[in-house]
């Protein structure tokens, strides 16, 4: 038997999975779940093979929801409408179904993923990621997870942005969280006329910077609002000048 | 092109007195003068008749092509063309015609620059009042063809925002009903015609731009109705209507995208059961609506959620030209927006 999680806040729109998926015997639905929260959890207690989910939910997305799990599964979404989701469906989901489907369709989604290795989703679930952060109703906030509890961080109430070998710590005025990403995603994902990567390890927002002082030989380094001192290479300094209009 | 201003039956009055009082003028002028009284009325007939023809030539021509207002100092140009050439013609019609000038050619001369001026005098206040007249008019349509236009882009506005449909709603609810239709086939239909009876409202014609506020209720339990069934145990509505507001008229389709965005912060910025409230009175000679719905002071609500707040505000604003009607109360935990409606007499 292959494992099956339903995330969706609307149980009708669970029903409709389940009814689909008796045929197919050999899938089992091991829970359901209401909101991204009880997704993390049932997806880390059970492992499943295979997860339908949904994109608007209570709190945190379906997106978001995912990159709270160190190793999402493979996904196939149902949505009902989301312009930049299907962007990102069409480059790397299994497949997603757009509500209302019926059960051919939903059978040819499943057949798509039976058909594909499991290596492969889980770096097309990755890309999938990636691609949807981009779109700009995600780029307001970051959801990390701090131990058992999800976390939403407002982007401006970020200070910086700090590279921890395969993690980035985000620096708030209640301390940092991990996330599970690059440097390079955050520079791309964050609106460039707020955030500043000022050295390679280091990304700033200038709403946070007092000043700016020279630092030894041709290096300077920002003082933050909370007192935080952040280098600053001479190409982050250039950088900084431009967006501060310098 | 604007009707000219013998159009109006005061100014023609005016226009012919103004020329009779001129020749009787001029006639009395001559006989003092010392011209025979046959002569002088001779000679006011034939100068200020000519004067009168050039003076309709020329407040037609105006009627056609008047010149922009920099450029007014065409018109003396014109008048004194034109009254050099009167005076031209007139003078060899007075001499052919008037037998006192034939014996005596030296009292026409010596009164040339006196008629000259006259003439010159009484063009350029008829052209002034051309002008005036068809650059007032041209103004006043200018103002009625930017009203109607006004009127117009208003009108489609409202249709418009009256139209906002959230195609989530609509496919969610679809996807709703194919589910009801293996498991409860008679729920899916009443659903089927719910949502039938709530599209149908939304594209209600102009004419029914207000409604009564019992109206909108039904439309909008119609739609709570609906979404109870999307969303199962966790909506929970309260709605609250003091006796007195039935019969109140309200612009028809407010209410329901408030629901819609106090629904959409309710159920997405929180999780677990959410009540959703609804309170109606009447105070100030205003319908006081308060929506209420729960709200989680640490969510983020992504941007672009809210539409509906501000489409309500937009409505009321072209509808009453006020931007006092709507109220935002924001506390720990709960979003409150209370909107009034002034009375009406549609």
């Known amino acids: ?246 | 092109m604007s009707a000219s201003p013998f159009s109006v039956k005061q100014f023609r009055i005016f226009f012919i007195s103004c020329w009779l009082t001129l020749m009787l003028d001029q006639g009395i002028v001559l006989f003092w003068f010392g011209l025979p009284w046959q002569d002088a009325i001779l000679d006011s007939a034939i100068s200020n008749g000519f004067l009168l023809s050039i003076c309709l030539v020329m407040m037609n021509i105006y009627r056609y092509y008047l010149p922009r207002r920099e450029r007014f100092l065409n018109l003396f140009g014109v008048c004194l063309i034109f009254s050099s050439l009167w005076l031209i013609i007139c003078k060899w019609l007075l001499r052919l015609v008037v037998g006192f000038y034939a014996t005596s050619p030296e009292t026409l001369y010596r009164s040339l620059p006196i008629r000259v001026s006259m003439a010159l005098l009484i063009l350029g206040c008829v052209s002034m009042v051309s002008a005036l007249w068809y650059n007032t008019a041209e103004q006043k349509e200018n103002e009625l063809r930017k009203t109607d236009a006004e009127k117009l882009t208003k009108e489609a506005e409202l249709f418009k925002l009256r139209q906002q449909l959230q195609p989530h709603f609509l496919f969610n609810s679809l996807n709703s009903i194919n589910a009801l239709i293996g498991m409860k086939p008679d729920e899916a239909r009443k659903m089927v015609q719910q949502l039938s009876d709530f599209l149908r409202g939304t594209i209600r014609k102009e004419e029914n731009q207000f409604i009564t506020f019992s109206e909108e209720l039904e439309y909008l339990k119609l739609y709570l109705e609906i979404e109870k069934v999307r969303f199962g145990y966790r909506l929970k509505t309260e709605i609250d209507v003091s006796d007195d507001t039935p019969r109140w008229r309200v612009p028809s389709l407010l209410l329901q995208p408030l629901m819609e965005n106090a629904i959409k912060f309710g159920l997405y910025g929180t999780t677990g059961e959410v009540v959703i409230g609804l309170r109606a009175t009447i105070a100030d000679k205003h319908l006081v609506v308060a929506v209420m719905n729960p709200f989680d002071p640490d969510m983020q609500m992504p941007p672009g959620t809210g539409f509906g707040l501000e489409s309500v505000k937009r409505r009321l604003f072209l509808l009453f030209g006020r931007n006092d009607l709507v109220e935002i109360n924001k506390t720990q935990n709960s979003f409150v927006v209370i909107f009034r409606i002034p009375e009406t007499h549609a």
């Open chain 1, 1 to 246: 038997m292959r494992k099956i999680i339903i995330i969706d806040d609307e149980p009708l729109a669970r029903s409709i999975v389940k009814e689909y998926l008796q045929k197919h015997t050999e899938l089992e639905v091991v829970e359901e779940c209401n909101d991204g929260f009880e997704g993390v959890k049932a997806i880390q207690q059970h492992q499943p093979d295979l997860v339908f989910l949904d994109i608007q939910m209570p709190k945190i997305n379906g997106f978001e929801m995912l990159e709270l799990i160190e190793q999402p599964p493979p996904v196939i979404f149902a949505t009902a409408f989301d312009d930049y989701a299907i962007k990102a469906f069409e480059a790397h989901a299994i497949d997603y179904l757009l509500k209302p489907f019926n059960q051919d369709r939903f059978d040819k989604a499943i057949r798509k993923w039976s058909e594909q290795s499991s290596r492969s989703s889980e770096k097309n679930t990755q890309d999938l990621l990636e691609t949807a952060s981009l779109s700009p109703a995600q780029n307001q906030r970051i959801v990390v997870k701090n131990g058992s509890k999800i976390k939403i961080i407002p982007v401006h109430d970020v200070f910086y942005l700090e590279a921890a070998d395969d993690y980035v710590k985000i620096y708030t005025k209640e301390g940092y969280f991990l996330k599970n990403k690059t440097m390079s995603h955050f520079e791309q994902v964050l609106d460039e006329q707020q955030f500043v990567r000022s050295h390679r390890s280091y990304i700033i927002n200038i709403h946070q910077i007092t000043r700016i002082d020279p630092y030894e030989k041709d290096g300077h380094v920002a003082i933050l609002k909370s007192g935080a001192q952040i280098p600053v290479s001479r190409s982050g300094y250039g950088k900084l000048k431009e967006v501060l209009g310098l």
